[in-house]
């Protein structure tokens, strides 16, 4: 079986895997940092064993549930031992307290993720980076209908029978939000925050690599892949109308990534 050797952004080691990994990028981000069809774990957020656990799982049929059966057709071919060596995931998993909140959290998770960081249904922002009041204001806007889009209809059903003090002290979310100076930006980026959010902290149609994470030079390297056709999946032909009319040195210097 041919090695595939993998880079993990941030990570000093080297992967090595029994497994193609190639194919799962595509899905789950170059680094493994997206929600597959915004729906999967994030799976560099899981530990070895758990990802061992699910491609064995995915395998076997007793993993998963609506991604089973692509996923069975993506490791069908591999042996367990493949499968418990393809060296993704981390070594040790970040004990985390459980969260005392004042309302059922379950039902919430099936959506927004086990950490709250998926964007539920490809559309909402990311929960777990979001301020504990930003959360509150939500959740009472949601339950008064002065919130949200086409979310609203969803959010209204899943509150409306929690008081408001219950709502805003969920436990979720950080205490301060970390502030950034505006972005300075030779493109306009008003229709760009349409589909990544305002602080460009959601995955496009649920596709999308989280802008925000990026580095400056992944997104200069991807503005002008869209521009050039040589960059993307599904996303090429929305994006290539997003930035045909810009100058490759206006795509360079548009102030996103970090």
Do not use: W
């Not at 190639?22 to 915004?38: I, T």
């Amino acid at each position: 079986m041919k090695k595939i050797t993998l880079g993990i952004l941030a990570c000093i080691t080297i992967l090595t895997a029994e497994v193609n990994i190639e194919s799962c990028k595509s899905c789950h981000g170059v680094d493994f940092e997206k929600a597959a069809l915004g729906k999967s774990k994030i799976v560099k957020d899981m530990t070895k064993s758990e990802v061992s656990a699910a491609l064995i799982g995915y395998k076997n049929g007793t993993y998963g549930d609506s991604m089973k059966g692509i996923m069975y057709s993506n490791v069908k071919m591999y042996t367990n031992k493949e499968l418990s060596t393809t060296g993704i995931g981390s070594s040790e998993k970040i004990q985390k307290k459980g969260l005392k909140s004042s309302i059922d959290l379950t039902s919430c998770k099936g959506c927004h993720g086990v950490d709250f960081e998926k964007a539920a249904l490809g559309k909402s922002k990311i929960v777990r980076d979001m301020t504990k009041s930003e959360v509150s204001a939500a959740l009472i806007g949601y339950k008064n209908g002065t919130y949200g889009d086409s979310m609203k209809g969803i959010m209204y059903q899943n509150v409306k029978m929690y008081t408001n003090k219950e709502l805003s002290t969920t436990g979720i979310g950080v205490n301060n939000v970390i502030h950034t100076e505006p972005i300075k930006s030779s493109i306009d980026l008003t229709s760009c925050k349409g589909c990544h959010g305002v602080d460009f902290e959601k995955a496009s149609l649920g596709s999308s690599k989280i802008v925000r994470d990026m580095t400056k030079e992944e997104v200069v390297e991807a503005l002008l892949g869209y521009k050039n056709g040589t960059y993307g999946g599904s996303m090429k032909g929305v994006m290539i109308e997003k930035v045909k009319n810009y100058t490759d040195e206006e795509l360079k210097t548009t102030g996103l990534g970090k």
